[in-house]
């Protein structure tokens, strides 16, 4: 006959381990774009691959993809040749003027960065984040050699294990 008034010590660690193991979070690695244009200003390509991508089937619709590409491409249409002409011009004068001359080519670069940031907030804020996405510019080295690019990331967010216990 069993005896009930037995007390067994539970262990805590080994089954706080075992729970954590059971709702661990498996998140993939980021979708990279890259800038595929044929005008690259400070790292920042003239137009970004539109082709969609593998990874995101069954996440996204291709054409809401697509309209992201469309709206993302058409800010940088707008932006960069102003800023190559305002580049070359710096460059013919950046003798006379010691280096002075560049800094418009640098403030519309930071202006069309933050311009595309802003877009992809509002992408996300509107869409991808509800659908655990999130678009982000990012600074990344090219393999072979030490330039860096912006790239567009679409990182996968972890969805929250609603049923792991406080």
Same mark, same amino acid.
């Given at each position: 006959?069993?005896?009930?008034?037995?007390?067994?010590?539970?262990? !805590?660690?080994?089954?706080? /381990?075992s729970?954590?193991?059971?709702y661990?979070?498996? %998140?993939q690695?980021?979708?990279i774009?890259?800038?595929?244009?044929?005008?690259?200003?400070?790292?920042?390509?003239?137009?970004?691959?539109?082709e969609?991508?593998?990874?995101?089937v069954?996440?996204?619709?291709?054409? !809401?993809?697509e309209? /992201?590409?469309?709206?993302?491409?058409?800010?940088?249409?707008?932006s960069?040749?102003?800023?190559?002409?305002?580049?070359?011009?710096?460059?013919?004068?950046?003798?006379?003027?010691?280096?002075?001359?560049?800094?418009? %080519?640098?403030?519309?670069?930071?202006?069309?960065?933050?311009?595309l940031n802003?877009?992809?907030?509002?992408?996300?804020?509107?869409?991808y984040?509800?659908?655990?996405?999130?678009?982000?510019?990012?600074?990344?080295?090219?393999?072979?050699?030490?330039?860096?690019?912006?790239?567009?990331? %679409?990182?996968?967010?972890?969805?929250?294990?609603i049923?792991?216990p406080?």
């Open positions: 006959m069993a005896v009930f008034d037995d007390i067994q010590q539970y262990d !805590e660690e080994i089954a706080c /381990t729970m954590d193991e059971a661990l979070m498996h %998140v690695d980021p979708i774009i890259r800038g595929i244009g044929n005008l690259t200003v400070f790292g920042l390509s003239s137009r970004f691959q539109s969609f991508p593998s990874a995101l069954s996440r996204v619709a291709p054409e !809401e993809f309209e /992201t590409m469309a709206r993302i491409n058409s800010v940088l249409k707008k960069l040749p102003m800023n190559a002409k305002w580049l070359f011009c710096g460059c013919m004068c950046c003798c006379c003027t010691l280096g002075c001359s560049l800094w418009p %080519v640098i403030c519309l670069s930071k202006r069309t960065q933050h311009s802003k877009l992809l907030d509002w992408e996300n804020n509107h869409l984040n509800k659908i655990g996405l999130h678009w982000r510019l990012n600074k990344q080295r090219v393999d072979t050699s030490s330039i860096t690019e912006y790239v567009l990331l %679409v990182e996968f967010i972890p969805k929250i294990p049923y792991k406080d």
